[in-house]
């Protein structure tokens, strides 16, 4: 199974707006609601900042924001800050208990 | 508060098997609603899932790597493992064990370990 497709970098300013996309198909990202997304600093471990495409775990602030259309889902994160300068991971569930994850975007506050 | 510990060697000569545990602390593996499954992360690279196990020992794999993985469980112990053989330097990496919590309406891996460099070289 080839991994999910997100674009390499994505870039803005401190309190811009920045939306990372994550494109699957019919039989991952557009075939079910188990759209994650994680957010990596380096040298630590993953941490999940959306979930089910659109909600928030506890702690995660509302400046971040999914949403989903068609094969493509999408991470948004409003009022950029300093420490959102970070890798972003999308992943889908791809039928049964299968997973799969994005390649990842480097996410850079200018 | 849940803690996710990987251990095992980190180094390992090429076509032998990579064996590492990972630890469960703060909770049951027991539980009904979990999966506890590891996801890879090659230098510089992204992640890939490899597989999960639930505590009755039911298995998923990633088809790309099925051939070679072995996970397993041990509600005794409160732990996971996972044993990959043949090994090569492709899959010289950092390997996470994380929990998968589907108790909802949906399915997120929620709470992951610190992560453990495995470096594949003769």
């Known amino acids: 199974q080839s991994a999910l497709t997100q674009p390499p970098s994505a870039s803005g300013s401190p309190g811009q707006s920045v939306t990372i996309s994550c494109t699957g198909t019919s039989s991952d990202v557009g075939g079910n609601n188990y759209v994650s997304w994680y957010q990596q600093h380096p040298g630590k471990a993953p941490k999940l900042m959306i979930y089910?495409?659109?909600k928030r775990p506890s702690g995660v602030p509302d400046r971040f924001s999914g949403s989903k259309s068609g094969n493509t889902a999408s991470l948004t994160v409003s009022g950029l800050q300093a420490e959102d300068e970070a890798d972003y991971y999308c992943?889908?569930?791809?039928?049964?208990?299968?997973?799969?994850f994005g390649g990842g975007t480097k996410l850079t506050v200018l | 508060q849940l803690q996710l510990q990987e251990s095992g060697p980190g180094l390992v000569k090429p076509s032998e098997t990579l064996s590492l545990i990972c630890t469960v602390s703060g909770g049951s593996i027991r539980s009904s609603s979990y999966y506890w499954g590891w996801i890879r992360q090659p230098p510089g690279k992204g992640l890939e899932w490899i597989g999960n196990v639930y505590y009755s020992g039911v298995t998923y794999y990633n088809p790309s790597l099925k051939s070679r993985v072995t996970i397993s469980v041990d509600t005794s112990k409160n732990h996971f493992s996972l044993k990959l053989n043949s090994v090569t330097p492709a899959d010289t990496a950092v390997y996470y064990c994380?929990?998968?919590?589907?108790?909802?309406?949906?399915?997120?891996?929620?709470?992951w370990g610190q992560g453990t460099l495995v470096t594949v070289s003769s």
């Open positions: 089910e495409v659109n």
């Open positions: 992943s889908s569930n791809a039928g049964s208990n299968n997973w799969m």
């Open positions: 994380a929990r998968l919590d589907c108790s909802s309406t949906s399915c997120l891996f929620d709470y």
